[in-house]
């Protein structure tokens, strides 16, 4: 009995370290979210796509209507027919833009088709003002401002951003010095400060906007994450594994690939509950899971089913490769000592999808398997061709 005690002892001291999710807070069980990860921007791009996809038709719209005072303003013929062809088709990239929001792999292929339209609409700017015979610096310098509130306004890399409006401030100084005449040292300062000024303004702006949707976006990734994984063992819970379960038979049947399931169960985890405790027996099962998982191709998903049971689904693999891969997990749970030196088994039930089969009636299969096999003598693997 001493030698009960003392392994407890060693397993609750924990030379392995094991995390307790019964301790941990909501900003350590759930991992940060850093502004740059993909997972964010993909937010952001749901939410371009929600928020900002009709201020595509305003701006597309606007972009047209500006041509009434470019046909006022512009004295040249071929200048009038170049510059409605080059807001024609600055409005269809626009449109083009818009309906391809929802099209993006990856928010990076998102990001470079904005900027590229942003550069491009600039462009069309400069190329209007050229053409204007005496432009007014300062009204020019105001649309200038409008078109940096337009850069930030819709989600962005912050890079691409601050790249596009700084190569358009500097073209449009560049250009304005050399194309508007009798523009005196003074003006060009106090547009060049007003320009400044208002990027700044845009800047931090965009960045407090971009700070509220990280903690928004935070705040879902944390429920979501709570209502999706087994608290104790961080994998799958049911919820999560019918949505994804279902999803993987579903990509198998299309493209005609095998998908098992098995149906694992500790056998002796209640003596372990009984001889060190169930904070012990919690810590089994912690590891239980990462050895599973350990074993597991990133595609595999492994679930806590309840108490001592996990459901293991493994797409593209047939009946014999599934039980060549948990035939692996079995020797390991069985034949690696846990700490402490504790010793656990288990008996495992496999079966593969069938034309009929659902994610229902193969949790139902392999979970008779498991149950065979602990009738043969425990520590088995039962398989169903």
Not at 104 to 129: K, Q
Not at 152 to 157: I, K, S
Not at 179 to 196: N, T, V
Not at 354 to 371: A, F, G, P, R, V
Request: charged letters at 20%; aromatic letters at 10%; glycine letters at 6%.
């Amino acid at each position: 009995m001493s030698n009960m005690k003392g392994q407890s002892e060693a397993i609750k001291s924990g030379k392995n370290h094991v995390i307790d999710p019964k301790t941990l807070t909501e900003s350590e069980a759930v991992p940060a979210i850093q502004p740059d990860s993909e997972a964010f921007y993909r937010y952001l791009h749901r939410y371009a796509l929600r928020e900002k996809g009709y201020s595509i038709f305003v701006l597309a719209a606007f972009n047209i209507l500006l041509l009434i005072p470019d046909m006022i303003l512009i004295n040249s013929i071929p200048a009038k027919i170049f510059v409605v062809l080059l807001r024609l088709l600055l409005s269809a990239g626009m449109l083009v833009f818009y309906f391809f929001l929802d099209r993006f792999g990856t928010f990076r292929i998102y990001s470079r088709a904005l900027s590229a339209l942003e550069l491009f609409g600039m462009l069309v700017f400069l190329f209007v003002l050229a053409c204007y015979p005496n432009p007014d610096f300062l009204i020019q310098t105001m649309g200038m401002i409008l078109i940096f509130i337009i850069y930030f306004m819709f989600p962005n890399h912050r890079y691409y951003v601050i790249s596009v409006s700084f190569i358009s401030a500097c073209c449009f100084i560049l250009l304005s010095s050399f194309r508007i005449q009798d523009l005196s040292p003074r003006e060009l300062i106090a547009g060049s400060s007003y320009l400044l000024i208002s990027g700044i303004l845009c800047a931090f702006g965009a960045r407090g906007a971009e700070k509220y949707r990280l903690r928004h976006f935070s705040s879902l990734e944390a429920l979501r994450s709570i209502s999706t994984t087994d608290l104790l063992t961080q994998t799958h819970n049911r919820v999560r594994l019918e949505h994804d379960g279902n999803r993987w038979i579903r990509l198998c049947r299309e493209h005609e690939k095998p998908l098992s399931l098995a149906f694992l169960d500790l056998d002796n985890l209640k003596e372990i509950n009984d001889m060190f405790g169930h904070l012990v027996g919690d810590k089994v099962l912690i590891e239980t899971a990462n050895r599973i998982g350990s074993s597991l191709t990133p595609r595999d998903i492994v679930c806590r089913w309840g108490g001592d049971e996990f459901v293991i689904l493994l797409p593209g693999l047939d009946i014999r490769s599934a039980v060549r891969m948990v035939e692996k997990i079995r020797d390991d749970l069985v034949n690696r000592p846990f700490p402490g030196g504790i010793r656990a088994s288990c008996s495992i039930g496999v079966t593969q999808m069938k034309e009929e089969s659902t994610l229902e009636t193969m949790i139902h299969i392999s979970d008779q398997l498991m149950y065979a096999a602990k009738r043969k003598g425990k520590n088995r693997i039962e398989f169903q061709l």
